[in-house]
């Protein structure tokens, strides 16, 4: 996959498309979102993905988590 490749910028984009295209899919295209800027290095990002997943999904208690995790790291 272009996530595991280090290829980050298709694996956003790709997300993206899942996010937009996908509603019943759309929490797992986002959080994929959260992941891709987090290994990409890119915290502020990932933060920022984070809180707009668990403003959509507010009782999904990963994004929570990792909403906590991220706001370490900025």
Known sequence: SYLESGNYEEALRYARMGVEKN?????DFLFKEIVIFERSGDYSSAYDAAVEYT?????DEKGQNELKFLSTRI
């Open 55 to 59: 403003t959509r999904y507010p009782d």
């Open 23 to 27: 509603e019943s899919d759309a929490a």
